[in-house]
C-alpha cells in the first residue's frame, strides 16, 4: 500500500513527457494520460486553497478526479520502472503508444478500444515485479512478460477481463497463447487483472485502516481464486496453469479523504506435479506481496 503526495505526483509529468520526446514519440493534451494530470493539477490547486472547496469539487465528479489518482499513480510507477530498465526500443515504443491512446473514464470503454488499459494491465504488472527487484522482461507478443527467478522461467500471458462473463473467455484466450511458448523449462502462467469483475467500474475500496484494506484484498482474492477453480478445471483440464490474481485500486479510509494505492495478487498453482508445486510455491514468496 502506497500513500502519496499530490504534489509529488505531478512531477512525473514532466518525466512521462521527457521519455515520450526520447523516444521520438508524440505526446500532447489529447491524450488519456494529460488528462489524468491535468485534473490531478485541479485537485492539488483547490485542496491549497480551501478546504470546503476541495470536498466539494471531489463531490462534483468524484468519478473524473479518483481516476485521475489512480491512473497517475500507475504511470509513476510505470515510469520508474521503464526509466531504470534496459528494454527493446521498438518493444517500448509500441507499449506507450497504447498506453497513451484509449478513453479517460472506464465507463467509456468498451471491447474495442480496451488496448490502452491492457497496455496498462501489462506495464503496471512489469513495474510491480521491477519495484520487488525481480529478473523480469517485457514481450511484444507471446508472452508479454517473462520472470525469471533461480528456479524457473515464467511465460507470462496478461488478461483484463471486463466482466464476469468474458471470464471464461479470457482464460481460454490465455491457455492458447501459453500453448505457443510451452517448453520444458519455464512455467506457462497467466495473470488476471480483476478490477472490473471484483469491483465494476469503482476502484475505490473504503476501509478503516491500511492493516484491513490489505486483508479484505487478500480474504477477496484468495475467495475469488477458489471460487474460480471449477471454471479453471473445466478449461485446462489436465494441462499445468500458474494463475495470477490481480486487484488494484484506490484506498479510502473513513476517517479523511487521503487515499493510497493498493494492489494485491495471490497466486494458484494448477496441476503440477508435487516437486514442481513446491518450487513454484517458493518462488510465489518473492513474487507475491505479504498482507502484513
Request: a positive charge; hydrophobic letters at 35%.
Amino acid at each position: 500500500m502506497n500513500k502519496y503526495k499530490y504534489s509529488d505526483l505531478l512531477l512525473y509529468e514532466k518525466k512521462i513527457k521527457d521519455l515520450y520526446s526520447k523516444l521520438e514519440l508524440n505526446f500532447d493534451e489529447s491524450n488519456r494520460i494529460s488528462k489524468y494530470f491535468k485534473y490531478l493539477g485541479e485537485i492539488e490547486k483547490s485542496r491549497k486553497l480551501d478546504k470546503v472547496k476541495f470536498y466539494a469539487l471531489i463531490q462534483k465528479n468524484k468519478a473524473k478526479y479518483y481516476y485521475s489518482q489512480f491512473y497517475v499513480l500507475e504511470i509513476c510507477k510505470i515510469v520508474d520502472a521503464l526509466q531504470n530498465t534496459k528494454l527493446d526500443k521498438n518493444v517500448l515504443k509500441e507499449k506507450l503508444t497504447h498506453l497513451a491512446k484509449g478513453t479517460y473514464l472506464l465507463s467509456k470503454e468498451n471491447i474495442n478500444n480496451t488496448q490502452a488499459r491492457d497496455t496498462t494491465f501489462e506495464l503496471s504488472l512489469f513495474s510491480f515485479f521491477y519495484a520487488k527487484n525481480l529478473r523480469v522482461k517485457l514481450g511484444s507478443l507471446n508472452p508479454d512478460l517473462q520472470l525469471l527467478t533461480d528456479n524457473f522461467t515464467y511465460n507470462i500471458e496478461c488478461k483484463r477481463p471486463y466482466s464476469p462473463k468474458s471470464l471464461e473467455k479470457h482464460i481460454r484466450k490465455a491457455l492458447r497463447q501459453l500453448r505457443k511458448t510451452q517448453n520444458g523449462i519455464s512455467i506457462p502462467t497467466m495473470a488476471l487483472s480483476l478490477e472490473q469483475v471484483i469491483l465494476g467500474d469503482d476502484l475505490i475500496l473504503n476501509s478503516k485502516d491500511d492493516q484491513s484494506a490489505l486483508t479484505f484484498l487478500d480474504d477477496t482474492l484468495s475467495q475469488f481464486a477458489q471460487d474460480n477453480l471449477p471454471m479453471i478445471r473445466k478449461i485446462c483440464n489436465n494441462e499445468s496453469c500458474l494463475i495470477l490474481y490481480w486487484l488494484s485500486c484506490l484506498t479510502g479510509f473513513r476517517t479523511d479523504l487521503s487515499m493510497a494505492h493498493t494492489t494485491f495478487i495471490v497466486g494458484n498453482v494448477y496441476n503440477f506435479d508435487q516437486n514442481l508445486s513446491t518450487r513454484i510455491y517458493k518462488d510465489l514468496q518473492i513474487m507475491l506481496p505479504s498482507k502484513n
